[in-house]
């Protein structure tokens, strides 16, 4: 199993909900974050003064998915999600040793 940690900008979260509808992922968590990568941030003029914002905001999804599953999702979202420009976005990718269902003691990908 992996688990896939995807960050994106919050206006392309409506088109990774759907990617991730079609490869048949079940379950994932949403989180509001702020960060930012290469751009730095970015400049914003506010009443006529230039404030620097390095905290830009993002979307995080984190699920877990069968090792066969992993790499459809992965290439369907660098192919969907891309802009070509900065902030688009990272996927961190990790392997799970286990996965256990506390309702029923299911292990493994059942659980998933």
Known sequence: MKRLEIVIKPE???ELKTILDECRVHGVMIA???GYG???GNVQMYRGAEIN???LPKVRVDTVVD???AEQVISRVVKEIQ???YGDGKIFV???EDAVRIRTGEHGTEAL
Request: glycine share 4%.
């Open 67 to 69: 090792d066969d599953i």
């Open 53 to 55: 914002t390095k905290m």
């Open 38 to 40: 290469n751009q730095k």
């Open 32 to 34: 509001n974050i702020q």
């Open 94 to 96: 990790s392997t799970v």
């Open 12 to 14: 392309k979260l409506e």
């Open 83 to 85: 802009t070509g420009n």
